[in-house]
């Protein structure tokens, strides 16, 4: 082992010693790092495998979604979605193949990159927009969607503040009437227990050589937060990442509060997907909000 390497293993070490006992929420945006090439690209490669749900639902179960989305949100061919965090693009391509336009926004340059390659391929580029930003700095024109989807608990990847905040914009941005979704977890389900857990890998999400994965979740009750905090130890450099990752929790009556302080006139719930058939579908509280 080269003297460098064994050098940076000894001081990643030293610092998952001296690593602070409980990690301070939201601190360094507390989420992953979506917008680094490499880890886009790793985490593209787990979208798209259809072995597991586990960053995107398989595409039968996207299907399943979309033909509820269709009815619930009233939209017909000709209408304009806005995409919250679009991800590679599989919602919004299927959109545009039943008629819709759509705008779609991520910060992960190889999921926008998908996205509109998906788009091209399916013969829809005419009707799709992918942006790559920051979904809370992005500009998009007022009054300007039919319906908007923010999907898989991504609005509790917000701190509250943040959460309000992009909720609001989004009704700016949407007509008046227009219908949004958006899916959280179910505050019921979320797992409360403080752990630790640790494996190791050749490949995958966290890197393509060998590595090791120290995970550890805390829970704060006065908060309604959970966050996981990762260590990653690439064995072969010695470097180490830390990632937090931090999960806002909402109470029925605070995500009905939240959507009516945005702007939206009424918030009708449908916990788990109203039995469409998910495999994680008890997980999920999914609220209709029209404007």
Known sequence: MPENTAKLLTDALWRLHRRPALP?????????????????????????????????RRESERTAQLDWLWTELALAPGMHVYDVTCGPGLYAVELAKRGCRVTGVDFSPASIAHARKLAEQEGVAELCTFIEADI????????SFDAALFLYGQLGVFPKDDAAALVGEIATRLRSGARMCVELLDP?????????????????????????HLGERFWDEETQTSSERFHILHLETGEMNEILLCDQTYTDAAARTLLTEA??????VHPAWNDVDLYDAQEWIVYIAVK
């Open 136 to 143: 809370r700095e992005v500009e998009v024109d007022a009054d």
């Open 263 to 268: 702007g939206f006139s009424s918030a009708d």
């Open 188 to 212: 019921a389900r979320v797992d409360r227990e403080v752990d630790n857990w640790w494996y190791t890998d050749n490949t995958g999400l966290w890197g393509d050589a060998p590595f090791l």
């Open 24 to 56: 301070t929420a939201w601190e360094g945006g507390g989420n992953l790092p979506w917008q680094e090439p490499a880890f886009a690209e790793r985490m593209l490669r787990e979208h798209l495998d259809e072995s597991h749900a586990a960053a995107s």
